[in-house]
């Protein structure tokens, strides 16, 4: 089993620091996600908010 450890990430976006935690680097393993997340939490419900936002204008 592997050992995960807190993880520090700048995101992608907003240039924030943000912690990939152990529990979550465990949940994206069980889930079967390759990639780590390029953005924080604040950039990515952003994100989605504009996404779906845009798809219901269409």
């Given amino acids: ?9 700048k995101c992608v976006d ?3 620091e943000f912690v990939f935690t152990a529990r979550d680097q465990a ?3 069980e889930k ?3 990639n ?3 953005r924080c939490k604040e950039c990515r ?3 989605k908010a504009e996404k779906a936002n845009k798809e219901s204008n269409n």
């Fill in 14 to 16: 907003c240039g924030t």
């Fill in 1 to 9: 089993m592997t050992e995960y450890q807190d993880k520090t990430i």
């Fill in 32 to 34: 079967g996600f390759t």
């Fill in 27 to 29: 949940f994206y393993a």
């Fill in 36 to 38: 780590e997340p390029k």
């Fill in 45 to 47: 419900e952003k994100r």
